[in-house]
Structures are given as C-alpha cells and as structure tokens.
C-alpha cells in the first residue's frame, strides 16, 4: 500500500514562495496520477494540482500560472512549487493518488498526515 509524507510548509509573506515536496512508497508510484491537495479550517479539501505518470500536469484556475506540480519517478517523489501566494493559500496540504486518467478525480490512498502552509504578514 502506497504511503505519504509531505514535507516543505511554513509560514510566508504574501506575494512569497514555497517548495513541497510529497515522498511516496511503494514500487508501482511511477504509474499512478498524482494530486496535491489542500484543506483550510472550516472548508473541503480541494485539488489544487495533478500530474501523470508521463509528466503532464494540470491545475484549477485558482492555482493556474502560480503553482507548478513535478515529479521524479526515480525518487518517488512529487513536488509543488508555489509562487505569488496569496493569505487565501493558508492551508494543510496533502499529496494522494488518483485513480484512473480523470486529473481531477477522486483520489483513493491513504492520507498523511499533511503540511502546514500559512501566509501571512
């Protein structure tokens, strides 16, 4: 069973930069869509990126030209590289697997435990 452990949050000032990084295990990560999400206090989690095995991300528009998703098979690990953050952005984000070829799909993993991402002055 697949497993994940994110790491890279922190606290930002608007308009700042952050880097996450989601470390996954298991020997068949490489096949699988990838998504990150994110959960504020009092709101559902949502998809804010997603990325094929093949590389080809796709984003919402509340992320799009902002945050730019990766991946290193190799490593068995997703990355999320986030720019212009907003104090709307403040959130626990999460990394999970999503079935099938539908980028904004249902994901079906176990989740971890997250990472905290606050902006604010």
Do not use: H
């Not at 069973?1 to 949050?9: A, H, I, L, T």
């Not at 020997?27 to 999400?37: A, E, K, N």
Request: some cysteine; overall charge positive; hydrophobic content about 30%.
């Amino acid at each position: 069973q697949v497993q994940f452990v994110e790491s890279g949050g922190g606290l930002v000032q608007p308009g700042g930069s952050l880097r996450l990084s989601c470390a996954a295990s298991g020997s068949i990560f490489s096949i699988y869509l990838v998504g990150w999400y994110r959960q504020a206090p009092g709101k559902q989690r949502e998809l804010v990126a997603s990325i094929t095995s093949g590389n080809r991300p796709n984003y919402p528009d509340s992320v799009r030209g902002r945050f730019t998703i990766s991946r290193d098979n190799a490593k068995n690990t997703v990355y999320l590289q986030m720019t212009s953050l907003k104090p709307e952005d403040t959130a626990v984000y999460y990394c999970n697997r999503i079935p099938g070829i539908v980028w904004n799909g249902p994901p079906t993993g176990s989740w971890g435990q997250g990472t905290q991402v606050t902006v604010s002055s």
